[in-house]
């Protein structure tokens, strides 16, 4: 296989791997990644973290993420929605199947709480998430550069990603990364049942440079 492929840059002694798509068999990898960046804020519709966990993996959109690979093992993912589909995939069908009607009905309702769907032109961040071992080493900053050559190669004007205050580390790294605020929505409602109590919604304008062509040049 040509590993120099548009969005697979193989793994080098100087750092990870970075291709499109969740490689088939890292399912269980990706979710438990995603529940430990993600699990207060979705634990109230998700919960048991056992349950939650096989769910997010039974239902992943593999070709909606980009992943970073070190030793062959996925260390980091980011999701992204695009078309109509997003990473973390199970519409209401779903989760009333996997949950039951009578507790699956709230969850629905939760989980459309924190729905985010792209406008025109625009591709809406799902979500990134890199294990612990593996943070400091840049893999966030690669992630969000091919999230962004996503963008590009698909048309996209703009990419948009929500950040919750309780996260300030993750603020930081989307403004290196060339997003700025736009707004920030209070939701002391949701400080309780979901650990954050306002959210900011960023934007970053999709440049020339980004596309997959432009950086090969």
């Known amino acids: 296989m040509d590993t120099t492929e548009r969005g697979h840059r193989p793994e080098s002694p100087d750092g990870p791997g970075v291709r499109r798509g969740v490689p088939e068999g890292s399912e269980s990898r990706v979710a ?3 529940w430990e960046a993600f699990g207060r804020k979705l634990g109230a519709a998700l919960n048991p973290p056992d349950k939650a966990r096989a769910f997010l993996a039974a239902h992943l959109h593999h070709d909606r993420g980009v992943v970073a690979v070190v030793d062959g093992e996925v260390a980091g993912v980011a999701g992204y929605q695009l078309g109509g589909r997003g990473l973390m995939g199970g519409g209401a069908g779903d989760v009333l199947s996997a949950y039951g009607t009578l507790r699956g009905l709230p969850r629905l309702a939760l989980l459309a709480l924190i729905g985010r769907r ?20 840049g893999i966030g900053s690669l992630l969000l550069r091919e999230i962004a050559a996503v963008a590009a190669d698909h048309s996209c004007r703009r990419i948009r990603l929500d950040v919750i205050d309780v996260n300030p580390r993750a603020r930081a790294l989307y403004e290196r990364q060339g997003f700025t605020a736009v707004r920030t929505e209070k939701t002391p409602y949701l400080r309780e049942l979901m650990g954050f109590g306002a959210v900011t919604t960023m934007h970053r304008p999709v440049v020339s440079a980004d596309s997959t062509n432009r950086r090969r040049a």
């Open 32 to 34: 438990a990644l995603y």
């Open 118 to 137: 792209p406008a025109d032109g625009e591709l809406v961040m799902d979500g990134i998430a890199v294990a612990p071992e593996c943070r400091g080493k």
